[in-house]
């Protein structure tokens, strides 16, 4: 516990300033974490016999991302050609005698969509107008919600959420997570309008933390089973404490795109 907290103040004291600075640092540090999971996600299924091109797919993560975050324009084009690359690539492992190049292909692209391109909205929650604030409060919903069901979970969890995946995971830690998301969304309404640029009703910003709390621990679950197919306790051992790349971003992943959706679709 103790080397998960050092570690969450010192990822907040780096990555706190990149967030409000914004365009290329916090890119680098956003692309870094996307690039490092999309890594351990190969390393993952490379455990169970499924093969991927590890150039073809980081580099097509790193383009997807680039074009999302610098040339939107792009962005469909580059993603819908790394997808018929990927085929292209394993179609050849096939004739070379590869028998399950089908399944090969099937991870591969779900790595370039999952954390290329889902995983960038992250950084386009940060390029909407005043996206510094806005993903301030997305973040702050997912941190809390994650400390809140880990907290009362710990210490007074007893029915468990999901035995299977995540058997630490309890029904008390989970609401806790969704109360303490939208006490903490609550807030950042009040406080970021009183106090800043935005303009957010104070229930509109516990509606808000009430979609992440609710939705995002779904991104930890995902990663579980990937994990659990795999045989692996950790992603990887990047981040000490919360061990890997994957492991650290996996809710982040859904509060961006749910964050995105929510307030460019409703609060703008």
Known sequence: MIKRTITSLVMFAVGFPLLLIGGIP???FIGFLIISAS???LEMMKAVDVLSSRVI????VLLVILTRSFAPQWADTVFTLSILVLMAYHLYQYELGREKSALDFSVSVSNVVYLGWVGSYLITLRN???GGWWLMV???CVWLNDTGAYMIGSAYGKHKMSPRLSPKKSWEGFYAGVFSSMLVGGYLAFAFTKWGPLQLEIWQGAL???AIGVLTPLGDLGVSMIKRMAGFKDSG???PGHGGAFDRIDSWIWGGVLGF???SGFLL
């Open 261 to 263: 959706m929510i307030i």
């Open 237 to 239: 051992g990047l981040i």
């Open 39 to 41: 890594k351990e996600y």
């Open 128 to 130: 909407l107008p005043n």
């Open 57 to 60: 797919v980081l580099s097509s």
């Open 138 to 140: 997305v973040l702050m």
């Open 208 to 210: 808000l933390g009430l």
């Open 26 to 28: 916090y890119f680098l």
